[in-house]
């Protein structure tokens, strides 16, 4: 008898990057992004106890390799090695080039958002090159389950998005998400 293949994507703990920039237009919100994605997570971004656990006992750890993602590994299951991998890094969300405005850093995460959701309907999600990184992300998380039976793979929120459509495609069942899109949010999927 085969035994149950599980695969639980973690969005990362919080950024260490808050510094809110003020007003700021489209160059503006590109170097926040960058210093952003240099960034590890806060001190006192904490994963819930159950998500430790299960990290603990899951047969194989896989994180991204932004600075943040790699962080949550190691706070997620503290000493566990962690295979790395740049197919689970961030998705690249487009900042609206058509707006010429300042705004505060909140409105423009909006802006992003609403941009992503519009593309979406149109059937975009995401730029062919992303989806072929999800469908090779999907083949390397089911490898390791295979493998391991149970796989913890630290993501982050949009590209976690569009790695879960993606598994279900490829047959997985969704189970009950937990925290929803909140840092340290855990998504879990069987077969």
Known sequence: ??????????????????????????????????????AGILAESV??????DVAA??????TSDMPRALAS???????????VSPLLREMHLEVPRWVR???PLPVW???????WLVRERRGEIAAPSELQRATDAVALLDDASREAGTVVAVTHGA????LALQLVAAGWRAE?????????????FSR
């Open 159 to 162: 590209f976690r998005r569009l």
């Open 109 to 115: 995460a909006v802006c992003i958002h609403l941009h």
């Open 176 to 188: 009950r998400r937990v925290g929803g899109y909140q840092n340290w949010s855990s998504w879990p």
């Open 73 to 83: 590994a190691e706070r997620l299951a503290p000493g566990k090695v962690a295979r």
């Open 1 to 38: 008898m085969a035994r149950e293949q599980r695969i639980i994507l973690v969005r990362h703990g919080r950024s260490a990057h808050i510094e809110s920039p003020g007003w700021i237009d489209v160059d503006g919100v590109h170097r926040w992004q960058g210093a952003y994605d240099v």
């Open 101 to 103: 405005a300042r705004w």
């Open 47 to 52: 994963p819930p106890r159950a998500l430790v």
């Open 57 to 62: 006992s899951a047969e194989c750890l896989i």
